[in-house]
């Protein structure tokens, strides 16, 4: 925990353990330079409390660079609930209330909301002790689930990401292996079919892929299979850190473009895709929806038609990244870092 902290660069990290659930507990606020730090809570087991820890500090900075990237008056934060494993409900209520206090402990700096195994029914149960959470439901006022629009913006990322790297951006026939079938990889994929694309789904849950290929019809592939199908698209749309020297050597598609936070084990993986002819959407820029529904819907009171826009503008966005990483012979990558950093540095809009 000492080496996560020492190598971060965030601003703080709040700490706990909550005895009755056997969680870690951690907020991870990397930045507030362009506004509170925003970003959800997420329930997940893992090896030991550190990696719980890295996790959230690697998400918040990745919440730093998507803010700043979609120009939302936001920093960039994370929280995690390290669990042992599947809990109680009456336990996991408690868990959950004692994060709400926490997060209301910090007074606004912090404003979470769902994330990987959390959901808009959590966010009510953290509204009881706070009023600090986004993505609350409809019934209790909030802005219901944020999954569906990151998939919408996920689509029009991988539209324009295909328009690239094609010339056209229409995607019949284009094969789009949409890696996770979830709440953001299930709609997806619907959207795909529905433009005309072949859709490849894999999940290491058997039950979430039947049900695709049940009402969709799209292919299905084995986990252990994804790296080595050929696609057009290749579309991370679960946990992160599926790419690495070992994983992208195997790649048989043209694009990398999906909704998973951190698909790269390293920045540096993104030089790695460069490389190997491989257009990559970067994870902070395409999977924005989630945020842009959130902020956009309950902190700047945007209609539909605003956030629709900036959903489509998550494309427009990718085609000027593009651009300036072939110009500048950068990875993508480092081309939408630039943007972010750019921002940073400017620090928050008057308006
Ligand atoms: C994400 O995009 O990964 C999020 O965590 C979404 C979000 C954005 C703003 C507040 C809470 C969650």
């Not at 893992?46 to 660079?65: F, N, Q, S, V």
Request: contains cysteine; hydrophobic residues 40%.
């Amino acid at each position: 925990m000492e080496d996560v902290l020492r190598q971060w660069g965030g601003e703080y990290a709040l700490t706990a353990y909550d005895e009755p659930s056997g969680a870690y507990m951690f907020i991870a606020v990397h930045s507030t330079r362009l506004g509170p730090g925003a970003g959800g809570t997420r329930m997940k087991t893992y090896a030991t409390p550190g990696d719980g820890l890295l996790d959230a500090c690697r998400l918040a900075e990745a919440m730093t660079l998507k803010m700043a990237v979609a120009g939302l008056p936001m920093g960039g934060a994370k929280s995690v609930l390290a669990v042992p494993g599947e809990l109680d409900p009456e336990v996991r209520r408690n868990l959950l209330l004692r994060h709400g206090r926490n997060v209301h402990a910090l007074g606004g700096a912090y404003r979470t909301g769902p994330d990987m195994n959390t959901n808009s029914a959590d966010m009510d149960t953290l509204n009881e002790v706070t009023p600090y959470a986004f993505g609350r439901s409809v019934a209790n006022g909030g802005s219901g689930s944020s999954a569906p629009d990151t998939a919408v913006g996920v689509f029009h990322g991988i539209v324009a990401s295909v328009a690239h790297a094609f010339g056209s951006a229409d995607l019949t026939g284009r094969r789009v292996l949409v890696q996770g079938a979830g709440a953001v990889g299930g709609p997806l994929a619907e959207m795909l079919v529905k433009a005309g694309a072949h859709v490849i789904v894999s999940d290491v849950s058997l039950e979430r892929v039947e049900a695709l290929y049940d009402t969709l019809g799209v292919e299905v592939v084995a986990p252990a299979s994804e790296f080595d199908t050929e696609c057009d698209v290749y579309a991370p749309c679960a946990t992160g850190g599926v790419l690495d020297a070992t994983t992208i050597p195997r790649l048989r598609c043209r694009i990398v473009a999906g909704a998973a936070n951190n698909p790269l084990s390293q920045r540096s993986d993104g030089e790695l895709l460069r490389a190997a002819g491989i257009l990559y959407a970067p994870d902070f820029v395409i999977n924005a929806g989630g945020g842009i529904h959130l902020i956009g819907y309950e902190a700047l009171g945007w209609t539909t038609e605003q956030v629709e826009a900036h959903l489509i503008g998550i494309g427009t966005t990718l085609t000027e990244i593009y651009r300036a990483a072939d110009a500048e012979g950068i990875s993508t990558e480092e081309a939408a870092e630039r943007v972010a950093h750019a921002r940073l540095a400017v620090g928050p809009s008057p308006s």
